[in-house]
């Protein structure tokens, strides 16, 4: 199994070097695992001139699959836009038509009063988020900034197609079929007639998942129903933008953003498995960040690209083995637990592997 390793900018070094660890573990236990690594975002454009570099988007295509840690960082911001990390992040997601994104949230008991809700609200939270990732407005065409009746104009387009939506419509109702039977698809249907088809052809696939609970949601009421009451939902599945909000705001319902690994898959199910937060540079360096995320995306690697269950479960016990004895890195860390860096969490999850 090839693996491309992507570490990217900010603290995206720090946190994939402890999900390599938990690799190496696998590997001295017989996996067969090679790992190559390039540069990608602020990281590529230093090495290449291109925050997506021609030998990194090549490593890409050739792997099973893709561990990315993170890009991004205020010493790219000044570069023309084609030019900036995210913009390798867009691109490597659109070439390799990886256009479902699953994020889940999950809460770990012990980190209940962690999380920015009271814990009667929280407790017990298993929610999993489909995003469309290759389309909506991030990619629609046209777009620009243009002179206008003298002034400046920004516009982008939001457009989806038809077999866009069917596609990830499957793989939503695919994982609710395996987890809850209840899929809650957010649009702004009475708004948007992007959302309007998105809606149609939910309802037209759901006819062939006549066990799953289909409902449907405006996504600004959607924003407020997590936070007012997270468990009604088992499966969300949602449009590009509105999925890239939603999550980040279902990431503090489990704790801290750096507790939540996210999968991007294509039709054949390889994946570019990375945490949902970004680089992160005020803590970059430091030994600071919170490793989880990407140690559970391994976990997610191997569940969903890898199919091998028992291996995803392992890395997955292991991670709650040291929540449970009361580890955490400084962003989760509550009176009467134990604060460790970086490092130390990699260590503890290698240790308890």
Not at 213 to 225: E, G, I, K, P, T
Not at 285 to 302: C, E
Request: one cysteine or more; aromatic letters at 6%.
């Amino acid at each position: 199994m090839k693996i491309a390793v992507l570490p990217g900018d900010g603290i995206g070094p720090e946190i994939v070097a402890q999900a390599v660890k938990v690799l190496d573990v696998l590997k001295s236990d017989g996996a067969k695992i090679e790992m190559e690594t390039a540069p990608i975002g602020g990281a590529g454009y230093d090495a290449a001139g291109d925050p997506l570099p021609e030998a990194t988007l090549s490593l890409a295509r050739a792997a099973d699959a893709v561990l990315l840690g993170a890009v991004g960082g205020p010493q790219y911001d000044a570069l023309d836009r084609p030019l900036r990390p995210e913009r390798g992040l867009l691109r490597i997601r659109k070439e390799l038509n990886l256009f479902a994104n699953l994020r889940p949230a999950l809460l770990y008991p012990e980190l209940a009063s962690a999380s920015s809700l009271k814990p009667e609200v929280v407790s017990g939270l298993d929610l999993m988020i489909v995003r469309e990732l290759t389309g909506d407005v991030y990619f629609g065409q046209p777009r620009g900034i243009e002179i206008r009746n003298g002034e400046r104009v920004g516009f982008n387009t939001m457009l989806y197609s038809e077999s866009e939506v069917r596609r990830v419509a499957h793989v939503a109702f695919g994982i609710a079929m395996k987890r809850g039977k209840k899929l809650c698809s957010v649009e702004k249907a009475n708004v948007l007639e992007c959302s309007e088809l998105w809606k149609e052809v939910m309802i037209e696939v759901s006819k062939d998942y006549p066990e799953v609970a289909l409902s449907h949601m405006y996504v600004d009421n959607a924003a407020m129903q997590l936070i007012r009451a997270p468990k009604q939902f088992d499966t969300m599945v949602t449009g590009n933008i509105f999925g890239d909000i939603l999550s980040d705001a279902a990431s503090m319902l489990s704790g801290s953003i750096g507790m939540l690994p996210s999968a991007s898959l294509d039709q054949n199910n390889k994946g570019m498995y990375e945490p949902i937060h970004g680089s992160a540079p005020d803590i970059s360096g430091k030994n600071l960040a919170n490793p989880l995320a990407t140690i559970l995306s391994v976990a997610m690697m191997y569940r969903y690209t890898f199919a091998d269950l028992a291996t995803a479960d392992r890395i997955e016990g292991a991670v709650k083995k040291v929540i449970a004895q009361g580890l955490r890195t400084g962003d989760i860390w509550t009176e009467g637990t134990q604060k460790v860096s970086c490092s130390e969490m990699g260590d503890a999850v290698v240790k308890s592997l």
